[in-house]
């Protein structure tokens, strides 16, 4: 059973960087794509940004876009979200999700971390 462990969330000021880091167990997702979702308080769940297996193809919310970006070493079986210029917008729970098990839907992730707590602020 694969399971999906996030580090690296803190609190910071506006302008900071942080790198999240999710790491799996149980068996290689170097096949399998991996995503970042975020969960801030009274909100809907979003689409943060996403990663094929191979690691060559990556896809980011607009409000991202130019500041985030996900990578993964298929080595370690980790993938990882480099935030640079955070906002208090970006204050949320950060969720690392794959997709590990068949007939899974478009955009479809299966497997999810506990979550780690990201705060930014002004």
């Known amino acids: 059973q694969v399971q999906l462990v996030e580090s690296g969330g803190g609190l910071v000021q506006a302008g900071d960087s942080l790198r999240l880091f999710c790491t799996a167990s149980?068996?290689?997702?170097?096949?399998?794509?991996m995503a970042w979702f975020r969960q801030a308080p009274g909100k809907e769940r979003e689409f943060v940004a996403s990663?094929?297996?191979?690691?060559?193809?990556?896809s980011y919310a607009d409000s991202v876009k130019g500041r985030f970006t996900m990578s993964r070493d298929n080595t370690k079986n980790e993938a990882y979200l480099q935030m640079n210029g955070l906002t208090p917008e970006d204050t949320a729970i950060y969720y690392c999700?794959?997709?590990?098990?068949?007939?899974?839907?478009?955009?479809?992730?299966?497997?999810w971390g506990q979550g780690t707590q990201v705060s930014v602020s002004s």
């Open positions: 999700a794959a997709r590990a098990g068949p007939y899974l839907g478009p955009d479809e992730y299966d497997v």
């Open positions: 149980g068996r290689s997702l170097s096949r399998n794509a």
């Open positions: 990663i094929g297996g191979s690691g060559g193809s990556t």
